[in-house]
C-alpha cells in the first residue's frame, strides 16, 4: 500500500472514531454530567437516595420513587428541596453542637435579598420545623424575623445525627403561592440511628393518650380523626393552637417529604379532624401539637400509605454527616418553644 493510500484509510479510520464517539457522547451526555432519570420527579428521586445514603445499607427506599416502577400518586411533596419557586432557604449556621442552640436562618429571593415580607397563615408568617432523619425527633418552632429578614430561634438537639429543616411559608408577594423548602441540618459526633416505631393506633405523652382514626392513602383525600384523653377521659377542652385545635405535620420515611395536613372544623374536643392525601404510597411518621393546660404537647404516629412496607432495622453506629440520620428521643418531648 503506497503513502496516500495509507494516509486516506487511517483518515476514514479516524473519522469513523470520532464520529462513533460524538454519538455516545450525545448519547450519555459529557463525563460527570447527571443522567436523567427514566421516569418520575428528578429532584425527589435524587434526594432519596442521598437520604437512604445517609442511614445506611439496608434502610428502605421511599415509595413512589422510579427505583419502584411507579411515580408518585398523589400531590407534590413539600420540603425536598432547597430551592423553589424562586425562593432559598440558607442557613446561617448548617452545623451545630449538641444541646441547646441557636438557629438562624433567612428566606432569599431570585436575586439573593432576603425576604422580609411573607403572608399570615395558622397565626405565623412562617412554620419552622427541624426533624431528625430517622423521625425519633421532631422541633415545631416559632422563629422570630428580624427587620432584616434573618430569622433566629432557640433549638434543642439532643444528640448528633443528621436533621432537616423545613420552612414553609407564603410570601406577601402578589400571586405568589405556598412553598415549603428543606435544608439539611448536622450535628457532629458520633451516633447510632434508631429503628422508626412501629405503626400503632395510639400514643401516650404527658399522661395523654391520643388515638388515630381513619387512613391515609395516595393519590387520595381522606380523614385522620385524632382522639385526646386524659387519665382515661375524654379531653373536651382543648385550647386553640396556630388558629386550630391541633397542628398535623407528616414526613415520609426515607426521603422525609413533608406534608403540611389542613385541619376541619371543630369543637374543643376530644376529636381533631383533618384532611390529608398522601403525595405516594410509602411509611410516615405523624406529628400531632396539641394545646391543654397551657402547655403544648406532641403525639406521634407511624402510619403506612398504600400497603408499604414496615421500615427496615437500625444500622451500626456510624460516623456522621450532614445528611446522617439523628438520634433516639422519648415520644411527647419533640414541641420547643
Same mark, same amino acid.
Given at each position: ?12 479510520? !479516524? ?8 454519538? @455516545? ?9 447527571? @443522567?436523567?432519570?427514566? $421516569?418520575?420527579? $428528578? ?55 449538641? *444541646? ?25 408568617? !412562617? ?6 432523619? +430517622? ?32 420552612? %414553609? ?7 405568589? #403561592? *405556598?412553598?415549603?423548602? *428543606? ?12 429503628? !422508626? ?26 380523614? /385522620? #380523626? /385524632?382522639?385526646?384523653?386524659? +387519665? ?14 391541633? $397542628? ?7 426521603? /422525609? ?31 400531632? %401539637? ?42 411527647? %418531648?419533640?414541641?420547643?418553644?
Amino acid at each position: 500500500m503506497n503513502t496516500g493510500v495509507r494516509i486516506a484509510v487511517f483518515a476514514a479510520a !479516524l473519522a469513523a472514531t470520532f464520529g462513533t464517539a460524538y454519538g @455516545v457522547g450525545t448519547g450519555v451526555g459529557p463525563v460527570g454530567a447527571p @443522567v436523567a432519570p427514566a $421516569h418520575g420527579d $428528578h429532584a425527589a428521586n435524587g434526594q432519596a437516595a442521598k437520604d437512604r445514603a445517609a442511614k445506611g445499607p439496608g434502610a428502605p427506599a421511599a415509595a413512589g420513587h422510579a427505583e419502584h416502577g411507579q411515580a408518585a400518586q398523589g400531590p407534590a411533596a413539600g420540603g425536598l428541596q432547597v430551592s423553589e419557586g424562586g425562593y432559598t432557604l440558607s442557613l446561617e449556621s448548617p452545623r451545630l453542637a449538641p *444541646g441547646q442552640g441557636e438557629l438562624r436562618f433567612s428566606v432569599k429571593d431570585s436575586a439573593g435579598r432576603p425576604v422580609t415580607a411573607f403572608k399570615t397563615e395558622h397565626g405565623k408568617e !412562617l412554620h419552622f420545623i427541624v426533624a431528625s432523619r +430517622d423521625l425519633t425527633v421532631y422541633r415545631h418552632l416559632h422563629p422570630v424575623r428580624g427587620a432584616d429578614g434573618t430569622w433566629s430561634t432557640p433549638v434543642d438537639l439532643p444528640a448528633a445525627g443528621g436533621y432537616k429543616a423545613f420552612a %414553609d411559608f407564603t410570601p406577601a408577594a402578589e400571586g405568589a #403561592k *405556598g412553598v415549603t423548602l *428543606g435544608a439539611d441540618l448536622a450535628v457532629p459526633g458520633a451516633y447510632q440511628p434508631a429503628e !422508626l416505631p412501629p405503626a400503632a393506633r395510639t400514643a401516650e405523652v404527658d399522661g395523654y393518650q391520643v388515638a388515630l382514626g381513619g387512613t391515609l392513602e395516595p393519590g387520595k383525600a381522606g380523614e /385522620l #380523626k /385524632l382522639t385526646v384523653a386524659k +387519665d382515661g377521659k375524654p379531653v373536651t377542652d382543648l385550647e386553640p393552637y396556630l388558629g386550630a385545635y391541633g $397542628h398535623l405535620v407528616a414526613l415520609r420515611d426515607g426521603d /422525609l417529604a413533608y406534608l403540611h395536613v389542613h385541619p376541619n372544623e371543630g369543637g374543643p374536643g376530644p376529636d381533631v379532624s383533618f384532611t390529608a392525601t398522601a403525595p405516594s404510597a410509602g411509611t410516615y411518621r405523624l406529628f400531632l %401539637d396539641f394545646q391543654h393546660g397551657g402547655t403544648v404537647r406532641t403525639a406521634a404516629f407511624t402510619v403506612s400509605a398504600g400497603g408499604a412496607a414496615a421500615p427496615a432495622p437500625a444500622q451500626a453506629p456510624v460516623q456522621p454527616s450532614a445528611t446522617s440520620a439523628g438520634p433516639p428521643a422519648a415520644e411527647g %418531648d419533640g414541641h420547643a418553644h
